[in-house]
């Protein structure tokens, strides 16, 4: 390297900036003796062309290696721009370091994490990425009669030519869960609109399946924050600690089906029982994934007045097992099935929830109360989020024929039950080879439900008692049959 070159290098990393990615070595091709030559990254050749990086890979990997996404519906929008104007800006996203970009067009929809922005444009004009122009711009979407090229220039800008990525296209709406048709009603689900009430471990996984079979609009409701004993059960991470719920699963919806609609209320609904019933109005479904029976007779005198179907889920303590419950218009309601005013010997998986509503006193002390949190395993919640996702599809598809229409004719109960471990409540039950006519543990059981004659909430009989009462007239009404 002569000083010349030496300058040159030296000009390129204070106006870049040290880049390790750039520090390796470049090939460059001499016509003159038809051979090419190694030179330090980052600097232009005097005489000679530089064609491609020496890397690990081969020195032929670097072409095509560089992938990059593009939005079907973010084209579109941009190719109207393009009809008035030369260039549109484009925001390139960096996935992996030099790898993978995601291109955006528009980028105030986007929600997604990952805000650094490189800085591209589009345009139908191929002398723009020949010129010299665009010499700050690292991205040149080419608008062609055979669709849209993805022109790229790596670090630094001053010795790169512009390199052809690999383009992929991520689909636009209608054909986004395409995969799904045929055992989905895809288009029906898109326009249903689904009350998430209580985001946390339930309510966190059901949104995120309820998106990814493709309902189109959520409401999310949750006045919690995600705090570092939530990790284990959650699908919030690390890097969500201290973020109210609601942004966290809009993100994780946003995520799997960046068209969905999605409004947030980090309001405790006990608080806010005139937003209950107006959400629930609203709502196609309800998801009650609350921790408490305050909340679960609230949202239930709720869909009892404005005639919506509800789906309850919970876990006993330490996830031995749990129930889910269903409610119809016209049948048995949640306070039919536990009767009111019973405290059921439920998880208590947060101390600051189970102390507001009175599941934990008030005189008992910081520490006591600690040992009473008694969480599952999150594979021990998944079983029971599971049945809660397959019973709001049926009803969300209800009458219209898809792949799970037979589920209506299997899924007829209001009540279910699941056990997963001979533990405790469970002791007595028989290891599922040997029990016969008998229950076992991890399958599902319906559970016949009557409506309570004097039901304060639906005024229908109370069959069942909570505690080991319920669960023993559970057993007994438990049809063998299914
Ligand atoms: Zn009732």
């Avoid at 929008?77 to 995601?102: K, M, N, Q, R, T």
């Avoid at 006519?437 to 991890?442: C, D, V």
Wanted: with cysteine; glycine share 8%; proline share 4%.
């Amino acid at each position: 390297m002569n000083e010349n070159q030496l300058n040159n290098l030296a000009e390129n990393i204070r106006e870049e900036g040290y880049n390790p990615a750039t520090s390796g070595t470049d090939l460059v091709y001499d016509p003159a003796s038809g051979e090419f030559r190694t030179v330090p990254r980052g600097y232009s050749p005097s005489n000679g062309e530089t064609v491609t990086k020496f890397t690990e890979g081969g020195f032929a990997s670097e072409s095509g290696h560089v992938m990059v996404y593009l939005r079907e519906d973010e084209l579109k929008s941009a190719e109207e721009a393009l009809g008035s104007a030369e260039e549109v800006p484009a925001y390139v996203e960096e996935i992996d370091s030099d790898e993978v970009f995601h291109i955006h067009f528009q980028p105030e929809i986007k929600k997604l994490p990952g805000e650094l922005r490189l800085p591209g444009f589009c345009t139908r004009d191929r002398n723009a990425i020949n010129g010299l122009s665009h010499s700050s711009l690292r991205f040149c979407v080419l608008l062609t009669e055979d669709g849209p090229e993805v022109w790229y220039r790596l670090r630094p800008l001053k010795s790169r030519q512009w390199a052809q990525a690999e383009a992929f296209i991520v689909p636009s709406e209608e054909n986004l869960f395409s995969r799904s048709k045929g055992i989905l009603e895809v288009d029906i689900l898109r326009d249903k609109r689904v009350l998430v009430i209580g985001l946390g471990s339930f309510g966190s996984q059901i949104s995120i399946e309820l998106a990814k079979a493709g309902v189109g609009h959520f409401a999310l409701m949750d006045f919690d924050r995600v705090e570092l004993h939530n990790l284990s059960r959650h699908t919030a991470t690390i890097h969500d600690l201290g973020r109210l719920k609601t942004n966290v699963i809009e993100e994780a919806i946003l995520g799997k089906n960046p068209y969905a609609k999605v409004e947030k209320f980090p309001v405790n609904i006990n608080e806010d029982l005139p937003l209950l019933y107006e959400e629930v109005e609203k709502a196609d479904l309800v998801i009650c994934a609350t921790d408490n029976n305050t909340s679960r007779f609230n949202i239930s005198g709720a869909l009892v007045e404005k005639g919506k179907v509800g789906i309850f889920g919970r876990a006993i303590t330490r996830a031995e097992g749990g129930d889910v419950f269903r409610y119809r218009p016209g049948g048995p309601c949640y306070c039919c099935v536990v009767g009111a005013g019973n405290l059921q010997e439920e998880e208590i998986s947060d101390v600051a929830s189970a102390r507001r509503d009175g599941r934990i006193a008030a005189y008992v002390s910081a520490e006591d109360a600690e040992a009473m949190v008694q969480v599952g395993l999150s594979s021990d919640i998944e079983p029971i989020c599971n049945l809660m996702v397959k019973l709001a599809l049926v009803e969300l598809s209800r009458g219209k024929e898809s792949g799970i229409s037979s589920l209506e004719e299997e899924l007829t109960y209001d009540c279910y039950l699941w056990a997963n471990r001979r533990d405790r409540h469970y002791a007595n039950w028989k290891p599922f080879p040997a029990a016969g006519q008998l229950p076992s543990i991890l399958r599902w059981y319906g559970v016949k439900v009557n409506k309570d004659e004097h039901c304060p909430i639906c005024s229908g009989n109370i069959v069942l008692d909570d505690g080991e009462e319920e669960i023993n007239a559970m057993a007994s009404n438990i049809d063998l049959n299914q």
